[in-house]
Antibody, heavy 119, light 107 residues
Framework: EIQLLESGGDLVQPGGSLRLSCAAS????????MNWVRQAPGKGLEWVSS????????DYADSVRGRFTISRDNSKNTLYLQMNSLRVDDTGLYYC??????????????WGQGTTVTV | DIQLTQSPSFLSASVGDRVTITCRAS??????LAWYQQQPGKAPKLLIY???SLQSGVPSRFSGSGSGTEFTLTISSLQPEDFATYYC?????????FGQGTKLEIK
């Protein structure tokens, strides 16, 4: 069964840093684009960042650009989100999600359980 | 940036009802629209991709339609497990924005 397991969420002071990880299993990780999506408490979904299978294409939401960095290690089947200069409004549940059909265009078909970031 | 507006934001319906949720984009997004269902305390689940393609394993009572700027998600006969929050997401251009959500409640 395809699985995504996030980790790294924590309580941090404003201005602090965290690195989230997402360990993937049971699929050919390097052929799929990957994403981070967050959800503030009681609020809707917010797309945060995406990275292509090979890592050559990366995009960010305006709210995190310049503070967050998405990366992947295909040898370890792991996705990362380095979060710097954290703000109170970065608080939320952070999901790792796999892009459907390998590309960005068709939504996200597998999601992790999320990891909680509290600033 | 492309804004997605879902209507209604709240919907009250009964088991067996047919319901439709609309997602309007602030500019054309071709057919690069996905629909998700989120149960309380759970991760979102992909229902529909490319506006009208049913994700594998999703019941056929769910259907999607539309292109350009107006899209709909229809549930043909509500089941108890369908009461949840639904989100649309555009994947035509970055940022890949979501709609604000539609909470479907039992009447």
């Amino acid at each position: 069964e395809i699985q995504l397991l996030e980790s790294g969420g924590d309580l941090v002071q404003p201005g602090g840093s965290l690195r989230l990880s997402c360990a993937a299993s049971e699929f050919t990780f390097n052929t799929f684009a990957m994403n981070w999506v967050r959800q503030a408490p009681g609020k809707g979904l917010e797309w945060v960042s995406s990275i292509s299978g090979g890592g050559g294409r990366i995009d960010y939401a305006d709210s995190v650009r310049g503070r967050f960095t998405i990366s992947r290690d295909n040898s370890k089947n792991t996705l990362y989100l380095q979060m710097n200069s954290l703000r109170v409004d970065d608080t939320g549940l952070y999901y790792c999600a796999k892009s459907a059909l390998g590309t960005f265009y068709y939504g996200m078909d597998v999601w992790g359980q999320g990891t909680t970031v509290t600033v | 940036d492309i804004q997605l507006t879902q209507s209604p934001s709240f919907l009250s319906a009964s088991v067996g009802d047919r319901v439709t949720i609309t997602c309007r984009a602030s500019q054309g997004i071709n057919s690069y629209l996905a629909w998700y269902q989120q149960q309380p305390g759970k991760a979102p689940k992909l229902l529909i991709y490319a506006a009208s393609s049913l994700q594998s394993g999703v019941p056929s009572r769910f259907s999607g339609s539309g292109s350009g700027t107006e899209f709909t998600l229809t549930i043909s006969s509500l089941q108890p497990e369908d009461f949840a929050t639904y989100y649309c997401q555009q994947l035509n251009s970055y940022p890949h924005s979501f709609g604000q959500g539609t909470k479907l409640e039992i009447k």
